[in-house]
Nanobody, 117 residues
Framework: QVQRVESGGGLVQTGGSLNLSCVVS????????VAWYRQAPGKQREWLAT???????NYAESAKGRFTISRDNAKKTVYLQMNSLKPEDTAVYYC???????????WGQGTQVTVSS
């Protein structure tokens, strides 16, 4: 059974940084694609970044320049380093994964990020 756990959120001030983690177990982590999303109150879930490997990453415009996605296959973990955080980054952050071309239709609990002004 595949399990996915997000962590690393918290309360930070404007301009601060957080490093989110997404651990995916129960599947061959080396071959999955992983993406980060966020959902702010009253808004739709927003895609932020996707990683296939260290040379294949994509970012949404809202994430470019401030967020960095990376992965450690040995630890079965994908990270989202977030710098220069703004109040509008306040949201619940989720990760999702795809095996082959099939994305999981289940979502985890996410991790709350709150940026104070």
């Amino acid at each position: 059974q595949v399990q996915r756990v997000e962590s690393g959120g918290g309360l930070v001030q404007t301009g601060g940084s957080l490093n989110l983690s997404c651990v995916v177990s129960g599947i061959d982590f080396r071959v999955i694609t992983v993406a980060w999303y966020r959902q702010a109150p009253g808004k739709q879930r927003e895609w932020l970044a996707t990683i296939i490997n260290d040379r294949r990453k994509n970012y949404a415009e809202s994430a470019k320049g401030r967020f960095t996605i990376s992965r450690d296959n040995a630890k079965k973990t994908v990270y989202l380093q977030m710098n220069s955080l703004k109040p509008e980054d306040t949201a619940v952050y989720y990760c999702n994964y795809a095996y082959g071309n099939k994305w999981s239709t289940n979502w985890g609990q996410g991790t709350q990020v709150t940026v104070s002004s």
